[in-house]
């Protein structure tokens, strides 16, 4: 089945350091990669969309220059979270839909656990 | 998009069957319904979708009344395995067809006990 890579699986870093990010489609080629945060015992929330080729699509009250996404091959799609601060800790968590095969549907990586201190 | 509401919680035992309600009253006539699950420090895992009536899998299965403004996810037997978040989503041609976001909704934490 479809395989989704993400990482690392936990990053600690210091406030004003930038982290990346990484989420790669193993065993298919995706189009679209999606990214979310979730906090403690919250819901996963959608941040953007990644789009191989093209500039990500960023949802509502999600800053584009604190998360800078790249979308470079089918296979790769990278969050850099700039200058870091501690409210940024969370976890971030990216799903990718197979565009060869799509009633695979979407698969989640198994996300990365942020701490900025 | 449709807004789903499930309990926020639940309880049970080893052996069981859980039966989980997602009401979606605004659900459109090309939204499917699919249902993830979560362990904690983990992504969503895809259990199961459909449109109406039954759905089977070697997991669960998921009923749709014929007015489709709700839905259950039954696990039969539960484990303490089983123990996670559950997400109901709607979406139009669901999970397998489109290319629109997924929208995940508060959840239902599941906790199976001895």
């Known amino acids: 089945g479809a395989v989704v890579s993400q990482h690392p699986s936990r990053v600690i870093c210091k406030s004003g350091t930038s982290v990346k990010i990484e989420c790669r489609s193993l065993d298919f080629q995706a189009t679209t990669m999606f990214w979310y945060r979730q906090f403690p015992k919250k819901s996963l929330m959608l941040m953007a969309t990644s789009n191989e080729g093209s500039k990500a699509t960023y949802e509502q009250g999600v800053e584009k220059d604190k998360f800078l996404i790249n979308h470079a091959s089918l296979t790769l799609s990278t969050l850099t979270v700039t200058s870091a601060h501690p409210e940024d800790s969370s976890f971030y968590i990216c799903?990718?839909?197979?565009?060869?095969?799509?009633?695979?549907?979407?698969?989640f990586g198994s996300g990365t656990r942020l701490t900025v201190v | 998009l449709a807004k789903t509401t499930q309990p926020i919680s639940m309880d049970s035992y080893e052996g069981q069957e859980v039966n989980i309600t997602c009401s979606h009253n605004?659900?459109?006539?090309?939204?499917?319904i699919t249902w993830y699950q979560q362990f904690p420090s983990q992504g969503p895992r895809f259990i199961i979708q459909g449109y109406k009536t039954k759905v089977t899998n070697e997991v669960a299965s998921l009923f749709i009344p014929a007015d489709r403004k709700s839905s259950t996810l039954s696990l039969p037997r539960v484990s303490l395995s089983d123990t996670a978040v559950y997400y109901c989503l709607v979406a139009p041609g669901g999970v397998t067809g489109g290319g629109n976001k997924l929208t995940f909704g508060t959840g239902t934490q599941l906790k199976v006990e001895l």
């Open positions: 605004n659900i459109a006539t090309n939204d499917y």
């Open positions: 799903s990718a839909r197979d565009r060869v095969q799509p009633n695979y549907g979407y698969t």
